[in-house]
Antibody, heavy 116, light 108 residues
């Protein structure tokens, strides 16, 4: 059974750096073709794809956020991390991690509020 | 970057009716790498369709996808009460990957 679960702080202050971790099971990110993405969704708004990391450590980022994002993986721990710098209240959202190209399995999401 | 535009923004229909949702791309989506998702309040999205027309595991056959290039459609042949939700398209043919803004299917 494939599962993913996001973890990280529920509240961050403006200008701080957010670090989120996606811990997964049921597959290996060292397997050819495997990919994990981060997606976010502000309250009442649409989904926004943020970043992706592939089995071969290729990394891809949203055009609008690429200067603020870093994605990394720890294959031995089955984890993918996302850091986002210079957080702003508009970054308040539920952050999801998901597997694949068409995202066949999603985490439950973690709500992050940016407020002083 | 490929921009996906979904229409209509809201679709008001009754159970048993047919729903047609559109997703238009600003550039051709390579290899029809287009997916559709359903999202209900408080839940993560669920994959319905991948490769423009292939149903994901466990998805009822009342859901179908079609299209290629820049024009794609999700059709729900007969709406069931559990189908009232928000639907998103997503392209994964070229980076950065992108989502449409969503179509809400509501009970009339």
């Amino acid at each position: 059974q494939v599962t993913l679960k996001e973890s990280g702080p529920a509240l961050v202050k403006p200008t701080q750096t957010l670090t989120l971790t996606c811990t997964f099971s049921g597959f290996s990110l060292s397997t050819s073709g495997m990919r994990v993405s981060w997606i976010r969704q502000p309250p009442g708004r649409a989904l926004e794809w943020l970043a992706r990391i592939d089995w071969d450590d290729d990394k891809f980022y949203s055009s609008s956020l690429r200067t603020r994002l870093t994605i990394s993986k720890d294959t031995s721990r089955n984890q993918v991390a996302l850091t986002m710098t210079n957080m702003d209240p508009v970054d308040t959202a539920t952050y999801y991690c998901a597997r694949g190209r068409a995202f066949d399995v999603w985490g439950q999401g973690t709500m992050v509020t940016v407020s002083s | 970057e490929i921009v996906l535009t979904q229409s209509p923004g809201t679709l008001s229909l009754s159970p048993g009716e047919r729903a047609s949702l559109s997703c238009g791309a600003s550039q051709s989506v390579s290899s029809s790498y287009l997916a559709w998702y359903q999202q209900k309040p408080g839940q993560a999205p669920r994959l319905l369709i991948y490769g423009a027309s292939s149903r994901a595991t466990g998805i009822p056959d009342r859901f179908s996808g079609s299209g290629s290039g820049t024009d794609f459609t999700l059709t729900i042949s007969r709406l069931e009460p559990e189908d009232f939700a928000v639907y998103y398209c997503q392209q994964y043919g070229s980076s950065p990957w992108t989502f449409g803004q969503g179509t809400r299917v509501e009970i009339k």
